[in-house]
Every structure is written in structure tokens, then in C-alpha cells.
């Protein structure tokens, strides 16, 4: 090949030998940070639902479950984007998606919840802006509509 057109091998090569940029790395933090929450409430469910009185024993012990497993998305997105690999911004992407109906949902509540609604709202808009940031998506190495290698 050309030196205009690397492989693409050379060419995450060469984006691996250039410093992180900051935007990517926070990127990074709020989607673990998203990940880390859910796995923590996945947790709290399950042990609530063995150990404790729920009302429903077998919804509280599935629901936790399935957030430890829904926690795996963020988690291994995060670590995807840390490492530079251009598969994770779409699983990234997703989960800030994801977060916004439920951010909707706990702003909605006459509670405490509403807080974690702006917290989660705040933290999923911020992490969209930097996932779909241009500095971001070079650092990935994605390349726009119309420059895609020939």
C-alpha cells in the first residue's frame, strides 16, 4: 500500500503511538461510571431478594440479575475506548441512549429519585457530546460518510 493509504494494522499503529486525548478518556470514565452503577444496583437487587423481604422474590432476584448482565455493555465499551478500538463508540453510544428515557422516568417521580435523574441525565448528555466529538472519533480512528478507505 501507498503511504497515503496505510493498513489499517499501520494505521491503529500509528493512533496507539499518539497520547489519548482527554475528551476520549472521559469519555471512557462516564460510560464506566454508568456501568459500574448498574452493576451496583444489580447487586443490591439480587442480595436484597435472597437475603432480604421483597415483595416478589423471584422479580427482585431477576431484575438484579439482569442489571449485573446489562452492566457488562458499558464495562466493556469503556475498556474498548481506552484502548482505542473503534468498535466501542457504538455500544458507548447506546448506553447514553439507553440512560435518557430513564433519567426521564426518574425526574418524573415525587422522590429522592428525581436528584439521580438529573445526575443520570447530566453524566449521559456530557458523555454523548464527547463520544460524538470529532478529536474523539479520529482518536477511534472512525472515518466520516465518503472517507472510507478505497
Known sequence: ?????PTPEAAEAARAAEPRP???TAAAALTALEGLALAVGGAWMLVEGIAGDPDDRQSAVT????????????LLAARGL????????????ITQIMALPVAYNLLQADSVAIPAGIAL?????????????AETTRALGIRGPGNAQK
Open 1 to 5: 500500500m501507498s503511504a497515503e493509504n
Open 22 to 24: 482527554g475528551r476520549l
Open 63 to 74: 431484575g438484579g440479575i439482569t442489571l449485573i448482565v446489562l452492566a457488562l455493555l458499558p
Open 82 to 93: 481506552l484502548a482505542r478500538r473503534s468498535w466501542s463508540r457504538g455500544p458507548a453510544v
Open 121 to 133: 441525565a447530566v453524566v449521559a448528555l456530557a458523555a454523548l457530546v464527547l463520544l460524538i466529538n
